[in-house]
């Protein structure tokens, strides 16, 4: 670089280092911090980052080693051991099986206040098998699952950040507690509550909770979003010959019939922002024998608390009508649950100014042509992948509908926040083989590094400024939960369905323990693939 531009270069990155300064300088004085106190921050976040860039080589392998695995919710068995041997081995203590989860865990290290808490989802999808790094849907195992959501990606941000920051704690001898947790079954809303009711969240005071998106971001307050509640109905007659005695039957099938008729009619009074859908998971055997069992899946969700709980009593009353209608009975099981969420102003903060920070990774072209093939490839308009992080926005003035998440559950016993790192494509389905495309190749790792940089950062400004922790605090209890009811929509009897896809597992885990990463032979899963990044064409058969 030479001449006018350089200097001109030059001449702007000194302005953008000042006006960082002054920002940073000017929350550093509304806080009411000396200059040595925040000298002292911005050297242990300098620190920090370079703790994370020492450690780029460890967040590709866990990334790529967590993709390879691909299991569905309550089967994250491989994952689970993995990661919580890389804790392990790095001093983290380690507690198994918690809230009756065979693949939960929590890992925990240090002592004392602040507990900061950093949490990721870690289960993938069904049927979302994809070969990473070309621009072509082809499956490793066909029909299997995979990470067609990219939760592979976010236990790496969260590991290398704690390492880093487990290094100079050590060193500067901070007090303070980290711990580590798993979002286990997030694709069916299934375990966070239970982490909730077994008390795992009681000591913490902030939860870092990264998810993979295509930018960086962070929100407070509540976020375009339902909670749910999700219960499966099955139904229980009699069989009998559907030809010859179809009268001594009595059909369960006709009953999970007339409650999707039943809930289906009764949508139009139901509020627009409810979202419900619903699966038959048993219709019967054959056609010949008249359904002794049939069972209906149903998502109920809504914007709040009370609308949840109003519309799953509507479901349980079309439920017991529909049993009424054929003489069968009813009984039904919540497969799992999501308060709605809501998101901690004070830390959203301090996470923003940590994201504008360390801004969206440099993308090669490369990288920029591979996004926008894959983009063609499913009909999404082709604009690359996003260079600006997202500012920080005050929630929408009347909430929006939309996806679910179970963080919620964590959002309502301690001050949380979720971070969206941009390890992945803009304008892809979502739940689909495409999203998983970009999870193990260069955009995925250098988002995964950007993300541990700004959770690094935050969890220094947690353990160094007691006041953003009181702030959160204070937000938490006089704005959260005194300007929204709360109410409990597990009960006392409801479990963990942790049996869930281990048949489905069973049946694919043989043929994918042969795409199973092994980075002791191989530089990336790419390498072990032989895949040249980005390849953007199939190339036709001899
Ligand atoms: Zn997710």
């Known amino acids: 670089m030479f001449g006018e531009t350089a200097t001109k270069m030059r001449a702007a990155a000194v302005a953008a280092a000042a006006v960082l300064l002054t920002s940073t300088a000017s929350l550093a004085q509304q806080a009411g911090e000396t200059n040595a106190a925040a000298a002292r921050i911005e050297k242990f976040k300098a620190l920090a980052s370079e703790g994370v860039d020492a450690r780029r080589k460890l967040a590709q392998v866990m990334n790529d080693t967590v993709f390879s695995f691909g299991e569905l919710a309550y089967q994250e068995f491989e994952t689970s051991k993995y990661l919580t041997g890389v804790l392990e081995k790095n001093g ?100 966070k509550a239970y982490f909730v009711r077994a008390g795992m969240f009681r000591d913490v005071d902030a939860v870092l909770f990264t998810h993979v998106g295509d930018t960086f971001q962070t929100t407070w307050g509540q976020p375009q979003g339902t909670g749910l509640i999700s219960v499966e109905y099955t139904f229980e007659g009699e069989s009998s010959h559907a030809a010859a005695r179809p009268w001594r039957g009595r059909n369960a099938l006709r009953a999970v019939e007339l409650m999707n008729i039943g809930w289906d009619f009764r949508r139009e009074q139901l509020r627009p922002e409810q979202r419900s859908h619903y699966v038959i998971t048993n219709g019967g055997d054959q056609p010949n024998v008249i ?6 899946w149903y998502f109920f969700r809504e914007l709040d608390f009370e609308n949840i709980k109003r519309n799953y009593e509507i479901g349980n009353r079309i439920a017991e009508a529909a049993a009424m209608m054929t003489d069968t009975k009813v009984t039904r099981k919540v497969v799992g649950e999501a308060a709605p969420r809501h998101f901690n102003k004070p830390i959203a903060e301090a996470v923003q100014a940590n994201i504008d920070r360390v801004g969206i990774p440099r993308w090669t072209d490369d990288e920029q042509t591979f996004a926008k093939a894959v983009q063609r490839l ?12 997202k500012p920080l926005e005050p929630p929408p003035a009347q909430a929006i509908s939309g996806g679910s998440d179970d963080i919620g559950d964590v959002s309502w016993v301690a001050p949380t926040i979720t971070l969206n790192y941009p390890s992945n494509i803009p304008n892809l389905p979502g739940h689909n083989w495409s999203n998983a495309i970009a999870m193990a190749t260069p955009i995925a790792h250098k988002g995964v590094v950007a993300g541990s940089k700004v959770v690094a950062m935050t969890v220094i400004d947690l353990l160094e400024r007691p006041e953003l922790v009181k702030d959160a605090k204070t937000y938490f209890t006089d704005v959260q939960l005194k300007n929204n009811k709360v109410l409990p929509l597990l009960s006392d009897t409801d479990q963990p369905q942790v049996g869930i896809n281990r048949g489905t597992m069973e ?26 990044f980005p390849t953007l064409a199939k190339t036709p058969a001899p």
């Open 92 to 191: 983290f203590t380690i507690e198994r099986g918690v809230a009756g989860i065979p693949t939960a865990w929590v890992a925990k290290w240090g002592s004392g206040h602040p507990v900061i808490a950093l949490g990721s989802d870690i289960d993938c999808l069904p049927k979302a098998s994809q070969k990473p790094g070309v621009a072509y849907h082809e499956p490793l195992v066909e029909g299997a699952p995979g990470h067609g959501e990219g939760h592979n990606s976010g236990q790496a941000v969260n590991i290398v950040a704690a390492l880093a920051v487990k290094e100079l704690m050590e060193r500067e001898k901070l007090p303070g507690t980290l711990m580590i947790w798993p979002g286990v079954a997030e694709e069916l809303l299934g375990a």
């Open 378 to 389: 499913v009909d999404g308009p082709e604009i690359g992948l996003n260079t600006k992080p």
């Open 291 to 296: 359904p002794p069992l049939a069972s209906v």
């Open 507 to 532: 049946r694919f885990r043989p043929e994918m323990r042969n795409y199973y990463y092994d980075a002791a032979k191989y530089d990336t899963y790419l390498d072990q693939l032989g895949v040249k």
